[in-house]
C-alpha cells in the first residue's frame, strides 16, 4: 500500500465515522485516519462539519500503511440525509446532523413482520427522498414470515406511485439478486428503525468477512470510539453501502406545512382542482384531494399519512 509522507496533501473519501475519529480513503486505497481541527473550513454551512461520504482535503501528519492527518478542506455535498440536532444535548451547537453525504440514493429498509410493516415510517422516508429529488428503494425485509398477499397490497400504492420496492428475506438469501441489481454501481445509504434487519441485509450484500475486518481492523486499534456512527462498505458487485445508525424517528429538516403537498405525487395533478389555490388539503371545502381519497383513487393511507405528517411540521412556505 501506498505510504504518503508527513505534510503532504491526501484527498479521499470519509468512508467511516467514529466518535469524532475519520477514516479517509484516497483513489489509490491508501487510507488515513484523521481528525478535524479549529481551522477546518467546510463548504456545507451550518450543518455536521464531516459525514460518512464527504470528499474531503487532508493535510497529513504521520506516514505508515494508514497515515494520521487533520481534514482542513470539506467539499460540498450534492446529497446528504440529515436529521435535526437537540440544541440542549448537542455539545457542538450544529442545528443539523449529516447522517450520510453524497449518496446517488435511499434504501429505505423496513420489515414485513417482527416489527410488522410501517408504512408511516415508509411515508416519512419518501417525503425525504423527494424533497431531495433522490431515487429511493423500499427494502421490505423478513419476507420469509411473512403473509406475501397482504405485503403486495401493503406495498402496491408505492408501485404504482413508480417507486422501486424490493421484497427480500436477508436471512434466507431470497430477493438479493434483485436488490445487488438495484444497487449495483450507486451510492446507496440504508436507513431504517432498529430491529427491521438492516444489518444482516448489508452483511448479506457486502459478505460477512468485509464487516468482521472492518471489526477488528488497525483503525479501531488506534482509538477510535466503539459506537459508529455511518460506515461506507464496498459491495463485491460495484458500489457502496452506507450502513446508518437506527433512528426512531426521522426528521423531515426543511420541510413546512406550506411545502409538504408538493411531496406527495398522487397530489399534484389534482391540486388544480381544489376550490383554494393555497389549499392545505386538510380541512377545506372542495378540496379535491381529500375527495379523492375519499373515493380511494388516491390511496387513503397515504392521504392519513399525509395529515399526521402535517400536524406534526412547522408552518411555512
Keep these: 500500500m501506498t505510504r504518503k509522507g508527513s505534510g503532504s496533501v491526501l484527498e479521499g473519501l470519509v468512508i467511516e465515522a467514529r466518535g469524532g475519529m475519520y477514516l479517509v480513503e484516497d483513489e489509490t486505497g491508501h487510507r488515513c485516519l484523521c481528525s478535524t481541527f479549529r481551522g477546518t473550513k467546510t463548504e456545507n454551512g451550518d450543518t455536521s462539519l464531516v459525514a460518512v461520504g464527504d470528499r474531503v482535503e487532508v493535510a497529513v501528519t504521520a506516514s505508515g500503511d494508514i497515515s494520521e492527518g487533520a481534514i482542513r478542506l470539506v467539499r460540498e455535498r450534492h446529497s446528504s440525509l440529515v436529521r435535526r440536532r437537540d440544541l440542549r444535548r448537542n455539545r457542538s451547537r450544529e442545528k443539523t446532523q449529516v447522517i450520510a453525504a453524497n449518496i446517488d440514493q435511499l434504501a429505505v429498509v423496513v420489515s414485513a413482520e417482527e416489527p410488522p410493516l410501517n408504512r408511516r415510517m415508509v411515508d416519512r422516508y419518501l417525503v425525504f427522498a423527494e424533497s431531495e429529488e433522490m431515487p429511493v428503494v423500499v427494502v421490505v425485509n423478513k419476507m420469509d414470515i411473512a403473509d406475501r398477499e397482504r405485503v403486495g397490497k401493503l406495498m ?15 436471512s434466507k438469501g431470497e430477493g438479493m439478486d ?8 450507486k451510492i446507496s445509504a440504508f436507513s431504517g428503525h432498529s430491529g427491521v434487519g438492516k444489518s444482516t441485509l448489508i452483511n448479506r450484500l457486502v459478505g460477512e468477512e468485509v464487516l468482521r475486518t472492518a471489526e477488528v481492523s488497525a483503525v479501531t486499534q488506534k482509538g477510535m470510539h466503539t459506537t459508529t456512527n455511518a460506515a461506507m462498505l464496498p459491495l463485491p458487485g ?3 453501502v452506507i450502513d446508518t445508525p437506527g ?10 406545512r406550506g411545502n409538504l403537498r408538493f411531496y406527495f405525487p398522487e397530489f399534484l395533478d389534482l391540486m388544480g382542482s381544489c376550490a383554494f389555490s393555497s389549499c392545505t388539503h386538510t380541512v377545506e371545502p ?8 375519499e373515493r380511494e383513487e388516491v390511496d387513503p393511507e397515504r392521504y392519513e399519512s399525509y395529515l399526521a405528517i402535517y400536524h406534526t411540521l412547522e408552518e411555512g412556505r
Excluded at 178 to 185: N, P
Excluded at 247 to 256: A, K, P, V, W, Y
Excluded at 286 to 293: L, Q, W
Design 178 to 185: 434483485a436488490l445487488e441489481s438495484m444497487l449495483s454501481g
Design 238 to 240: 460495484g458500489g457502496f
Design 156 to 170: 402496491a400504492p408505492y408501485r404504482g406511485l413508480g417507486y422501486s420496492v424490493c421484497p427480500v428475506s436477508a
Design 286 to 293: 372542495g378540496c379535491a384531494v381529500r375527495e379523492a381519497a
Design 247 to 256: 433512528l426512531r424517528e426521522f426528521d423531515l429538516d426543511g420541510i413546512t
